[in-house]
Structure formats: structure tokens, C-alpha cells
Nanobody, 128 residues
Framework: QVQLVESGGGLVEPGGSLRLSCAAS????????IGWFRRAPGKNREGVSC????????YYTRSVKGRFSISRDNVKNTVFLQMNSLKPEDTGVYYC?????????????????????WGQGTQVTVSS
């Protein structure tokens, strides 16, 4: 059974950092694209970052480029999202999701409909 469990969210002041973890089970995460999405209060879900399987392409939405970094620990079957220089507009529930292939992360972004398994989300609040 495929399962994705996010952790690492919390309350942080502007300029602070958090590292989100997405622990995968029931499949070998290094073979699949993994995406991070977020939903801010009152806004639509947004794709934040993704990574193709096998150490392939990565993508960051413009608003987080240079501040967020996606990485994988294939031994632990876990994908991370390191978030630095956090801003209040980064507030939201962050979800990780598994794509239906290892190539679901494109130069221009990624499509939620290609991601078939989702975690329950972790809350990130950036506030002073």
C-alpha cells in the first residue's frame, strides 16, 4: 500500500527555515517523480517543487526559486523540501505527492493530475 507521510511543518518567523520530510512506503520513491504542493488560506493548490526519479530534473515555482531546495534520501525512501528565507506568503498546508511515473517533473512545472498518491499535509505558518 502506497503511503506518503509529511512532517516538519510548524510556526517560524519570517526569514527562518524549515525542512519538510515526505516519508514514502509501499513503493521505491527513487523510481518516481515526487512533487511538493501547497494550499494557502483562500487560494488554490499550487505546485511548489518537484523532482524526477533517478536523480533527474527538478523544478521550482518562481516564488520559491533560490530559497527552497528539493532532495532525496533513497536509503530512507524520503524526499525533503528545505525551505529557507521563509516569507509570510509561504504559509499554507504543504503536501507531497507521488507521480504515476518517473518523469512527471517538467521544465515548465508539473501537473497535479499526474500525481496519484498524496500525503495528508503538514502546516507551515510564517509569522512574527
Amino acid at each position: 500500500q502506497v503511503q506518503l507521510v509529511e512532517s516538519g511543518g510548524g510556526l517560524v518567523e519570517p526569514g527562518g527555515s524549515l525542512r519538510l520530510s515526505c516519508a514514502a512506503s509501499g513503493f521505491t520513491s527513487r523510481l518516481y517523480s515526487i512533487g511538493w504542493f501547497r494550499r494557502a488560506p483562500g487560494k488554490n493548490r499550487e505546485g511548489v517543487s518537484c523532482s524526477n526519479g533517478g536523480g533527474g530534473s527538478t523544478y521550482y515555482t518562481r516564488s520559491v526559486k533560490g530559497r527552497f531546495s528539493i532532495s532525496r534520501d533513497n536509503v530512507k525512501n524520503t524526499v525533503f523540501l528545505q525551505m529557507n528565507s521563509l516569507k509570510p506568503e509561504d504559509t499554507g498546508v504543504y503536501y507531497c505527492a507521488k507521480a504515476d511515473s518517473g518523469y512527471g517533473c517538467y521544465e515548465w512545472g508539473f501537473r497535479p493530475d499526474e500525481y496519484d498518491d498524496w500525503g495528508q499535509g503538514t502546516q507551515v505558518t510564517v509569522s512574527s
